[in-house]
């Protein structure tokens, strides 16, 4: 990390410190807090979560007090940061300090020096006064304040004798020194990104992340419940967690044709600061599962701190081996033929290897026999993903891929399949000698053979 960096997460984390405590947001904004997440307490489904659970105030207080250790509340999130955190100098509670590369963190620089212009402007006029700081930026607007505080009291103190017009002055060039860095390397912090995120995203997404806003139940598909760690739209193997570039993506472009919106119109660093939300209302998602399970098999111990500790660790694991499950396609993407889109339809209809029809159908309309189940009652009905809402295959014939419909986009959802929904992985699927089933090149064909069919009816309607 640079040290220019280091010193700007000092000077917003002091001015934190310093005007942050008794700091009022104008406007009556009431507070909120992370609530239990209820699949757990209603034992839904899954026969891990803990039944007791449901009964046990007392552990549910456990529970309560444990996650807001680790992860604040959504009025002052922050990441509890065990000791050998601490001795690597890492810290994700500035993630744009630490974990952004140089490059990005230059191009997140370069537009806040646009952004804030007429911010820098007015600071360079020695104009203070006409520094009005955007309405997310909470702790920017702080250590602004904190400077206007003093910059007034200096002012007033004229006409009392309390200060001089040459202190004035000074403060005055000393300001003008140090707060553009202020600005031009301003990256949200949680709290900002939470800020932003409770404007943006909870009335779909939910104060706690489990996709249960008040919009939710009128969409379909549902916004996503960040808790149980699975994200659809991913570039990675083996059902990873998703990197910080997948995440990026999804807020850029959306996730056409569903609810989710593309948020392009938000600058570069809000857009990670975002990201780093939704990380920290997923890993606390997980976290919280995981320790109801852990309750469930110890319920006469509670909840160690060690037990809460290694819990946190195991999730960020998962977090940070997902940059090692990219899949890399270095070639040239191989090109469309008549015969390789034919082998691809092979491909798609053979019940021994792709068998892409058993859900897709043998039209692509998403109406085969695997698509639907039997419920309690005997009535067919489409299968769940693991979130327990229906699902459709997608049908193809429509061009609308969720997730790009570049070759190398559909490449990486057949080769990996869509997390928590039955689209499978198939480079994963093994004949009985072990090899792989399908080859690079049989993936491509059955792309080629996708695009082939709706390409034909984009073209058509
Ligand atoms: C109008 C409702 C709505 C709003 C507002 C909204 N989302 Fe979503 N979001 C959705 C829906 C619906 C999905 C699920 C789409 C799907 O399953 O294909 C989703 C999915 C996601 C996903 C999961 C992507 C994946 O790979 O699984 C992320 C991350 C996400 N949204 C983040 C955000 C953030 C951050 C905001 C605010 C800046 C936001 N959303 C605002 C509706 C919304
Ligand atoms: C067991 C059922 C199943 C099988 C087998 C299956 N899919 Fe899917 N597929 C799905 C479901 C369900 C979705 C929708 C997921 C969603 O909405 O998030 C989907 C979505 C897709 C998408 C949309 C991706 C996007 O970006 O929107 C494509 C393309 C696709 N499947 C192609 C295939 C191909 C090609 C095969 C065979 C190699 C295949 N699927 C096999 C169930 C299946």
């Known amino acids: 990390m640079h040290d220019i960096r280091r010193n700007v997460a000092l000077l917003l984390g002091s001015a934190l410190v310093l005007v942050g405590c008794d700091f009022q947001f104008e406007g009556q904004r009431p507070s909120l807090r992370f609530g239990l997440n209820s699949n757990i307490l209603a034992n839904e489904d899954s026969g891990v979560y803990a039944a007791e659970l449901a009964q046990d105030p007392n552990a549910q207080a456990q ?6 250790m680790l992860f604040g ?5 922050s990441f509890a940061r065990p000791e050998e955190w601490i001795d690597d100098e890492y810290d994700p509670n500035y993630a744009g300090y630490y974990e952004i590369s140089d490059a990005a963190f230059e191009a997140i620089m370069a537009q806040n020096e646009q952004l804030f212009a007429p911010e820098l402007e007015a600071i360079a006029r020695g104009n203070f006064a006409d520094v009005r700081v955007q309405r997310e930026a909470l702790d920017l607007r702080d250590y602004w304040s904190g400077i206007m505080a003093e910059y007034e009291e200096l002012q007033a103190g004229l006409e009392s004798g309390d200060s001089t017009e040459s202190e004035l002055a000074e403060f005055v060039a000393a300001i003008q020194e140090e707060a553009p860095a202020a600005f031009i390397e301003w990256y949200p912090s949680l709290r ?29 598909p549902r916004p996503r419940d960040y808790r149980p760690g699975i994200f659809k739209f991913t570039s990675l193997d083996n059902k990873s ?5 997948d995440l990026y993506r999804v807020l850029t472009d959306g996730i056409y044709p569903t609810a989710m919106p593309s948020f392009r119109r938000f600058s570069n660093a809000q857009l990670n600061g975002l990201v780093d939300y939704v990380r920290l209302l997923s890993i606390r998602g997980e976290t919280e599962i995981l320790l109801a399970v852990e309750f469930a098999d110890n319920v006469d111990e509670g909840l160690p701190m060690e037990l809460i500790q290694s819990t946190y660790l195991d999730v960020w694991e998962k977090w940070d081996a997902a940059a090692d499950e990219y899949i ?3 070639g040239e993407v191989p090109e469309s033929t008549p015969e390789a889109i034919a082998h691809g339809r092979e491909l798609y209809m053979d019940a021994k290897s792709a068998n892409c029809v058993s859900c897709h159908g043998e039209n692509g309309r998403g109406d085969g026999p695997s698509a639907f189940e039997m419920d309690a009652d005997g009535n067919e009905v489409r299968v769940k993903d693991d979130w327990g809402n229906e699902i459709a295959p997608r049908d193809l014939n429509r061009g609308l891929f969720r997730f790009g419909r570049r070759p190398i986009d559909i490449y990486r959802r057949i080769y990996a399949g869509i997390n928590g929904t039955p689209m499978p992985s198939h480079a994963s699927m093994k ?3 072990g090899e792989r089933l399908l080859s690079d090149q049989d993936l491509w064909d059955i792309v080629h053979y996708v695009r082939s069919v709706s390409v034909k009816e984009a073209s058509e309607g």
Do not use: K, W
């Not at 409770?198 to 992340?209: A, I, K, M, S, W």
């Not at 967690?241 to 570039?245: G, I, Q, S, T, Y």
């Open 63 to 68: 529970i309560r007090g444990a996650l807001e």
């Open 73 to 77: 509340t959504p009025d002052a999130p």
């Open 192 to 220: 900002e990104s939470a800020e932003l995120y409770r404007q943006q995203c909870l009335h779909c997404h939910g104060v706690e992340g489990g996709g249960d806003g008040t919009t939710a139940p009128f969409l379909n």
């Open 241 to 245: 967690r998703p990197r910080r570039e």
């Open 328 to 330: 890399f396609f270095d």
């Open 431 to 433: 004949d009985s000698e």
